[in-house]
């Protein structure tokens, strides 16, 4: 990947627009399963081929935590489950 494509991508994250997007270690998505006490499964998907999932390098199985500012609430916080596609 090029220099160019690279610092594109980067800036697309850091977009006011764009949420945080994190991918969440194997203990920190165990950790919000037992807090939520659901099944990966059960979140909402996001496929692998997401451009943020491939910026983020998210693989299938992962979960990725995404953090919108909110007017009402001041910050919402939702998780994607990674499928294939």
């Known amino acids: 990947m090029s220099d160019k494509k ?6 697309i994250l850091e977009h ?3 949420p945080k997007h994190e991918l969440l270690t194997r203990e920190e998505a165990l950790g ?5 006490g659901i099944r990966p499964e059960q979140l909402p998907w996001i496929r692998a081929s997401d451009p943020i999932a491939k910026l983020l390098g998210a693989k299938p199985g992962d979960i ?11 910050t919402s916080v939702a998780y994607r489950f990674v499928v294939v596609g």
Do not use: M
Not at 6 to 11: G, T, V
Not at 32 to 36: D, N, P, Q
């Open 64 to 74: 990725i935590r995404i953090v919108r500012k909110s007017p009402t609430a001041g």
């Open 16 to 18: 006011e627009l764009v």
């Open 32 to 36: 919000v399963l037992r807090e939520l």
């Open 6 to 11: 690279k610092r594109i991508e980067e800036k």
